[in-house]
């Protein structure tokens, strides 16, 4: 009998959440995400500091210095783990831009063309890459911006239907809608209880799909942030899900019947309305979705601390 994760694998494209190599090779998936939390977990392992040293060789001489040099050293060393992870799986890899520029426009592009042009000169395609932004306003805008220049962009840090909406007409080639954190502030603020035939992370998702498909959005719905198998087997028929390293495991030890939940045909023929995303309605949706709000705003938070831990790993290494 086929696995549950082969079975899943052949209705939805099993993306990897992490930067451990061993993992990527252990589970076949077709592409690959890393955010700066996975990194600094990465780093902390001995046997990846070899891709710190090799990212600090390759600023060498330069002649930055201080906070600069730290700027680069980091930018080659999201490069180098996106290289080596793209030797282990077929398809993309998304590297994120820093969450500390989610508010600049201006600063999001141009780290964006610089994270390519490191791919690029390291003989990656762009079109094997996703750069990473958080799913703010000025964020969107920045990925209308790359995706015209073929960068393209996954849009993370996602938790409602009005940043889908405007991540969709923006042009972004794929969104991350975060099943588990939505799960988590559900729990955390309301006396209900929750399970797979009630998630209101699967919800938002299925929410997201179905609007995508109703109205023709070509942009990839990727579900990501899990908490247990069962939010990932409601998604099945879901473009993308990025699971974790231990679902992936407990999903290769399943032997459970997989059932599509999400069908573009049936989401065609949906009842619903198009959704308003100017900029003045997406601030005050997002306004009123109080969820949304405090999971971009903690997300965004927590991925700044852990890229200046990174940035003080770099630094200590350079003494």
């Known amino acids: 009998m086929p696995q549950t994760l082969d079975l899943l694998k052949s209705m939805t494209t099993v993306v990897a959440d992490t930067g451990d190599f061993e993992t990527l090779a252990a589970y076949s998936p077709q592409d690959a995400t890393t955010n700066p939390s996975l990194i600094l977990k990465a780093l902390q392992k001995s046997e990846y500091g070899g891709v710190l040293d090799d990212a600090i060789r390759s600023v060498g001489e ?7 040099k730290i700027d680069l050293i980091i930018d080659h060393l999201l490069i180098g783990f996106g290289v080596k992870i793209l030797e282990i799986v077929p398809g993309r890899v998304s590297t994120e831009v820093d969450a500390r520029l989610s508010f600049d426009t201006e600063a999001t592009v141009s780290k964006a063309r610089e994270l390519i042009a490191l791919y690029e000169a390291a003989g990656i395609r762009r079109e094997r890459i996703l750069i990473k932004i958080a799913s703010t306003w000025e964020g969107i805008r920045a990925a209308e911006v790359l995706q015209k220049e073929g960068i393209r962009c996954n849009m993370t840090l996602l938790f409602s239907l009005a940043q889908a909406v405007a991540c969709a007409e923006a042009g972004a080639q794929l969104i991350s809608p975060f099943v588990g954190r939505i799960l988590d502030w559900f729990k955390a603020n309301t006396d209900e209880s929750y399970d797979r035939s009630n998630d209101p992370g699967v919800a938002s998702v299925k929410e997201i799909y179905t609007y995508y498909k109703k109205f023709g959005h070509e942009t990839e719905v990727m579900g990501a942030s899990f908490r247990n198998i069962g939010e990932i087997l409601e998604l099945a028929g879901c473009d993308l899900l990025t699971i974790s390293p231990n679902l992936l495991e407990e999903l290769q030890g399943m032997d459970e019947t997989v059932e599509r939940k999400l069908d573009p045909e049936a989401a065609h023929k949906a009842d619903i309305a198009r959704l308003d995303v100017s900029e003045k309605s997406f601030r005050w949706l997002m306004n009123e979705d109080a969820m949304a709000t405090e999971k971009l705003a903690q997300g965004i938070r ?10 003080e790993i770099v630094a200590k290494r350079l003494g």
């Not at 330069?62 to 600069?68: F, L, M, P, T």
């Not at 927590?302 to 940035?311: A, H, I, L, P, Y």
Request: proline content about 0%; glycine content about 12%; overall charge negative.
């Open 62 to 68: 330069s002649s930055a210095s201080g906070e600069e």
């Open 302 to 311: 927590v991925f700044g601390q852990d890229m200046v831990k990174v940035r």
